[in-house]
């Protein structure tokens, strides 16, 4: 086989089951896939595919050439990060992926150092709570919140960060209505997906048993700041916000630990391994604010807040 390209389209289309899937996956048009896994099978001289109304199953012949294509497709990939290990050059496309929390609400003002420090790199910030696979270079560095190390995949070489915790919070004008008096009940605002933690339920919050729900945590944020009720945040988010409050009654609750992750040659590049460096000086220095320990001066508010 002198042509990848055939192997590679003919793969798309096997693990997508249709030709228009394995088109979009690959970013090309429809015509394109067809003739591609045409040229091969007249490479061949087998058929690999059965069309099927319910779109496209593989042959016995097509199950070979798959499991042997396969092979090919792991030996390109170790190929091309090995001499992307041997690039030394501060300059190219470096791309991370990371929690859309983490990038607005923490790091971004460090990726901005980051980025003046080293004008010729090309930064593509993938804020997403989708998982990016390394292995296949969908991103260069990942940094992520894991609970359990044992989670990490064996593969990535994971470098350690601060903890987070977090806590719960209300809007600061509803605290003063609090104390002036007003027991009406308040919601527990929570992102459909989570809901309400084990870990609150047994704190000294008055929440009504109809939740407020939203679909990401920017709209979690400002629907707390509306005073309509109580919810969880990591403390780097809750106690970095002016009008927002710790409830009292309730301890900071571990969410986990931050890590970056780079892949195999990868992380032998020069731009990966200074990204990696300087980011976590950066969450070092971030590892108080990530702990929930804030400056006691503040602390007045616990005591006022004894009144809930």
């Not at 055939?6 to 228009?20: H, M, N, P, T, W």
């Not at 016995?60 to 990060?81: D, I, P, Y």
């Not at 919140?145 to 915790?165: E, F, M, Q, S």
Request: charged share 25%.
């Amino acid at each position: 086989m002198n042509d990848w390209d055939d192997i590679r389209y003919f793969l798309a289309v096997a693990r997508a089951g249709s030709v228009r899937a394995a088109a979009e996956n690959l970013g090309v048009n429809h015509s394109t896939v067809l003739r591609r896994v045409a040229q091969l099978e007249e490479r061949l001289g087998a058929q690999m595919f059965e069309k099927l109304p319910s779109g496209y199953r593989v042959t016995s012949a097509g199950e070979e050439v798959r499991e042997l294509a396969e092979l090919m497709e792991t030996s390109s990939r170790q190929l091309e990060t090995r001499i992307l290990g041997r690039d030394q050059s501060v300059r190219g496309l470096l791309r991370v992926t990371l929690a859309p929390t983490l990038a607005t609400r923490l790091l971004m003002p460090d990726f901005a150092d980051f980025a003046r420090n080293h004008p010729d790199i090309e930064i593509d910030v993938i804020s997403s709570g989708d998982l990016a696979n390394l292995t296949n270079r969908e991103a260069d560095v990942a940094i992520r919140v894991v609970y359990d190390r044992k989670t990490l995949p064996l593969n990535l070489h994971a470098l350690k960060g601060p903890d987070i915790y977090g806590a719960v919070y209300m809007a600061r004008d509803l605290l003063a209505a609090r104390r002036a008096g007003n027991r009406a009940p308040v919601r527990w605002i929570v992102i459909s997906s989570h809901g309400i933690p084990e870990w609150v339920r047994e704190g000294e919050v008055e929440a009504s048993g109809v939740p407020f729900k939203v679909t990401d945590a920017e709209a979690q944020i400002v629907a707390v700041r509306q005073g309509l009720g109580v919810t969880t945040l990591p403390c780097f988010v809750g106690d970095a916000d002016p009008q927002l409050v710790r409830v009292p009654g309730i301890d900071l609750h571990m969410y986990g630990t931050l890590w970056l992750l780079t892949q195999g040659e990868t992380r032998k590049t020069k731009r990966v391994r200074l990204f990696t460096e300087f980011v976590s000086r950066r969450l070092a220095e971030h590892a108080q604010l990530l702990a929930g320990m804030r400056d006691r001066s503040e602390g007045s508010d616990d005591d006022a807040n004894r009144g809930l």
